[in-house]
């Protein structure tokens, strides 16, 4: 059937999907209600430089409140703790999770007055009238925990909480006269800090002997402000740390000792709101599937074909004497061994693009989309069509290509939102600052070119060898979830290994398992409903694109791979 299915049953899962995604919003944004949250806050450093920071707070109108800021890590930004700021905030704190600059919505500016950042939220708070200056607190996971340099001269600062941080082994030790209770959360797994390090410097701060030194034991008391403990954790990594519940429920314990304040709310809510969350993705997710047919047929078809019921055409490539085993297992060994000659042709191309970190990211998939092209070169040989062909057909009609730019756009649109207002204002923020918008079209034409490439092989060919069933379609997404996983797991991996830093492996190693999940799926059903690579590519490219653009800061591609050898 190609008329627009609108039947009752189909409008009332429209409705069912769509209502359990706007509960799961409302309730993610007012759990808990015992307090108030303020986004899209901005103020100004003493160099000039615009501060994105959020604010959560008790509900209630109270003096002299003590507060936190919050400083998040390399490839990071203030959404990433917002669990911490949250349970916080029922504590009785003010809360401030702030982007550093040049990350996440604030501008860019010289990275050597980072500590400027921080100041200029002290001077927010300080500006509020209701806050405590004599009684700060900051948290700084991984690259926050610059936030010492401050702490080590400032004394109205009482409480560092260090994240997947190292500890400055020569920061204030804390007294009855000069308090600061230091709490060092370390994850057993952790690929950007040693412990044997931490301990180092936790061991000079208590002044005994490193080999004495014991984890989750508290060295000095709250009574004398001079409390020091590493809290381990043996089943997390470095990425992990910033929303683990362990993590957070013992930061603000220990928050709640350092101060020793009334409790203004007892509740945890980390659990809780991770099953909203999940709630929302689900909604969102399947009404975004179910929109899928419907906006095609009615963008890409005119009134009069869906009348006469005109199908959809089909892009497809029939290879029916390869089988899905051999060329699978040709995609994979294509991609690994032809990746590192695919990278070494795209170095050029990352020396000069404009954030480093996006570069990194789309020259490691670059290095598979080419043993993609040589495979499908090689296959267009035995069925005697060349790969430019396999390539242009996809464009061919003008008026049809514009109708399926116009549904990709529809579609990516309400996809972006409904990430944003789940994961990305919740875990990880999906927004970049206004300086670094002007590169979105960069890194959307290279992505939308291996979205592309990896289409062609992955549905054009192998989708079209399944059947049309629930079974089928779930198998292709799972190839289409292994082939790059396996790829990006196996060379970051390598990359560790090499370089004797396994941070990025960390940390993009589970961010992968997401992504590649929802690409895959969308890839799939997007193809399935449309006939077309186009809209799959585009919406899998925005997504990408907004994604590490948000993440990466201003850097020289030179300076970037430099940083790989310094371990």
Request: aromatic share 14%.
């Amino acid at each position: 059937m190609n008329k627009l299915d609108l039947s009752k049953r189909r409008i009332s899962l429209f409705c069912i999907f769509f209502g359990i995604f706007l509960v799961g919003t409302i309730f993610i944004f007012i759990t808990p209600t015992s307090i108030k949250s303020t986004y899209y806050q901005t103020t100004t450093t003493t160099d000039g430089v615009t501060i994105a920071f959020n604010v959560f707070e008790p509900n209630d109108d109270g003096l002299n409140k003590p507060a936190f800021i919050i400083g998040h890590g390399f490839m990071a930004n203030k959404e990433i703790l917002k669990g911490y700021a949250i349970e916080l905030a029922t504590a009785g704190f003010v809360a401030v999770p702030f982007d550093f600059r040049n990350f996440g919505q604030s501008s860019t500016g010289d990275s050597e007055g980072m500590y400027k950042d921080i100041l200029a939220i002290k001077e927010y708070l300080n500006s509020r009238g209701d806050i405590d200056m004599n009684s700060l607190g900051y948290i700084g996971y991984s690259m926050g925990g610059l936030g010492q340099s401050i702490i080590q001269n400032d004394t109205s600062f009482i409480c560092f909480i260090g994240i997947g941080t190292s500890l400055y082994s020569a920061l204030r030790k804390g007294n009855s006269t000069n308090p600061l209770d230091v709490l060092m959360i370390q994850a057993f797994f952790d690929e950007a800090v040693e412990l044997s390090d931490l301990k180092e410097s936790v061991a000079i701060r208590v002044d005994i002997p490193v080999s004495n030194l014991d984890v989750n034991k508290i060295y000095g008391s709250f009574q004398q402000h001079n409390a020091t403990m590493i809290y381990l954790d043996d089943n997390s990594n470095h990425l992990i740390l910033a929303w683990d519940q362990d993590f957070i429920r013992e930061a603000r314990n220990w928050a709640i000792n350092s101060f020793d304040i009334d409790v203004f709310d007892e509740n945890f809510y980390v659990n809780i709101r991770a099953i909203i969350l999940l709630i929302q993705v689900f909604g969102g997710i399947g009404f975004f599937f179910l929109i899928i047919e419907p906006f095609s047929k009615l963008i890409l078809l005119s009134k009069e074909e869906r009348k006469r019921e005109t199908k959809l055409q089909i892009y497809k490539i029939e290879t029916p004497e390869i089988s899905i085993k051999s060329i699978s297992i040709k995609a994979i060994l294509y991609s690994l061994l032809l990746a590192i000659p695919g990278i070494l042709i795209f170095l050029p191309i990352l020396l000069v693009l404009p954030l480093a970190i996006a570069g990194f990211v789309v020259t490691l998939l670059f290095g598979q989309t080419f043993g993609i092209i040589i495979l499908l070169w090689r296959t267009g040989k035995r069925i005697k069509m060349s790969f430019v062909k396999m390539v242009t057909n996809i464009f061919k009609g003008k008026i049809v290509f514009l109708k399926r730019l116009a549904l990709s756009a529809v579609l990516a649109t309400i996809l972006y939102f409904i990430c944003y207002l789940s994961v990305g204002l919740n875990y990880f923020a999906l927004l970049p600052s206004v300086d670094k918008i002007w590169t979105i079209p960069i890194y959307f034409i290279i992505l939308f070119f291996i979205n592309i490439i990896y289409s062609l092989l992955m549905q054009v060919i192998i989708q079209n060898k399944f059947r049309d069933s629930l079974i089928d379609t779930l198998k292709v997404v799972l190839i289409g979830f292994l082939l790059p996983f396996l790829y990006l797991f196996i060379y970051l991996l390598i990359i560790g290994v090499v370089t004797r830093s396994f941070f990025y492996f960390g940390v993009f190693t589970p961010v992968a398992l997401v992504s590649f999940s929802l690409y895959s799926s969308v890839s799939v059903i997007t193809y399935k409903k449309t006939g077309n690579i186009i809209t799959g590519a585009i919406i899998n490219a925005i997504i990408t694109t907004f994604m590490i653009v948000t993440v990466s800061q201003p850097q020289t591609g030179l300076a970037f791979l430099l940083q790989f050898f310094r371990h």
